[in-house]
């Protein structure tokens, strides 16, 4: 299958999409915000560049599109007809570096929480996105994750 557009129109459309300050990331940042959690955004000085951080309690919050990270099993991440071989191996590419970043800040003593896009996109997982996080949080959890799958309180 090709694509319906041409190549300039798709390589514009593609470069406008962002990498920080997505609206996942801002409903996240709000959630912490809102459950009374100070932070910082992208510390480059971090594996992976986390989105959010909480450098005190050494917590790294990543926010996954679920296209762009490949999540399993959902509905947002499903790979176009056009040039399949190329978004496979992009998306395979990122999900490694994704593994990478995790394994290293769990290996570096940081706790590492991955929030998947389409649990932002849901009205009653954004509300109780603050206590869930905060439940987190307060955990000793290592790692862990949120997806629009997660449990509500």
């Known amino acids: 299958m090709t694509d319906v557009v041409d190549p300039a129109t798709r390589s514009r459309m593609m470069s406008g999409i962002g990498a920080r300050n997505t609206k996942p990331e801002l409903v996240v940042r709000k959630a912490l915000f809102a459950a009374g959690f100070r932070f910082r955004l992208h510390r480059k000085d971090l594996p992976g560049c986390p989105d959010v951080v909480l450098p005190g309690r ?16 959902c509905r947002f991440a499903k790979i176009p007809a056009a040039r399949r071989e190329f978004w496979e191996a992009k998306l395979a590419a990122n999900v490694e570096r994704d593994r990478r970043a995790i394994g290293a800040l769990v290996s570096a003593g940081w706790r590492v929480l991955v929030v998947w896009e389409c649990a932002t996109r849901l009205v009653d997982m954004r509300g109780a996105l603050p206590e869930l996080l905060r439940r987190w949080i307060d955990s000793s959890e290592v790692s862990g994750e949120f997806c629009s799958d997660s449990t509500l309180p």
């Open 58 to 73: 050494r917590i790294a919050v990543f926010v996954h599109g679920c296209f762009w990270h490949a999540h399993r099993g």
